[in-house]
T-cell receptor
């Protein structure tokens, strides 16, 4: 069964500093991986996705993530954060077999940017 | 394309009452999903439709919950005899199959927040 672990529930970062949000997954088969962002009182917005190919994936708002199969990780990074990046970030996994329509989300990491 | 629309955005009800949420997906998307998100947690899968057919239901979806998508367009999620534990954000999402891989890249609505007093 697919599962996701986000070890950091909260991450405070100074403005213009780099940030890494950690995500580890568990699955016995190939997976698709996603990062979503949720701003207060809003739905989820897709930041980036890994389906296949290059393990370094670039997304919106300057975010990128690297798929590491040996470490079963998909950490999210940004070299310089802005106040507007304050939000909840969710990592999600979906096993890559025909007919699987289920996304499994982590518990989220609240990113707080300190001016 | 106006995205995925959910109504109402907020609903406050008393325990024991019935509530219904509506989701209008992106028009060309044939798959529609319902997720539930409780405070401090990530979204959890409830059910999904391909056109009008409900193809999978989570064990989280008790007998008090029913979802429909009668014409393969909008969907409703009804909760009967609400309990305080039903308080959550109910998220709807839709998708069209990725041409290259079949991955489920979802577009989410803003959600319907339910508070049961």
């Amino acid at each position: 069964a697919q599962s996701v672990t986000q070890l950091d529930s909260q991450v405070p970062v100074f403005e213009e500093a780099p940030v890494e949000l950690r995500c580890n997954y568990s699955s016995s088969v190939s997976v698709y991986l996603f990062w979503y962002v949720q701003y207060p009182n809003q739905g989820l917005q897709l930041l980036l996705k890994y389906l296949s190919g290059s393990t370094l994936v670039k997304g919106i708002n300057g975010f990128e993530a690297e798929f590491n199969k040996s470490q079963t990780s998909f950490h999210l990074r940004k070299p310089s954060v802005h106040i507007s990046d304050t939000a909840e970030y969710f990592c999600a996994v979906s096993e890559a077999w025909f007919g699987n329509e289920k996304l499994t989300f982590g518990t989220g990491t609240r990113l707080t940017i300190i001016p | 394309d106006t995205g995925v629309s959910q109504n109402p955005r907020h609903k406050i009800t008393k325990r024991g009452q019935n509530v219904t949420f509506r989701c209008d997906p992106i028009s060309e998307h044939n798959r529609l999903y319902w997720y539930r998100q409780t405070l401090g947690q990530g979204p959890e899968f409830l059910t999904y439709f391909q056109n009008e057919a409900q193809l999978e239901k989570s064990r989280l979806l008790s007998d008090r919950f029913s979802a429909e998508r009668p014409k393969g367009s909008f969907s409703t999620l009804e909760i009967q005899r609400t309990e305080q534990g039903d308080s959550a954000m109910y998220l709807c999402a839709s998708r069209d199959r990725e041409r290259t891989s079949g991955a489920n890249v979802l577009t989410f609505g803003a959600g319907s927040r339910l508070t049961v007093l």
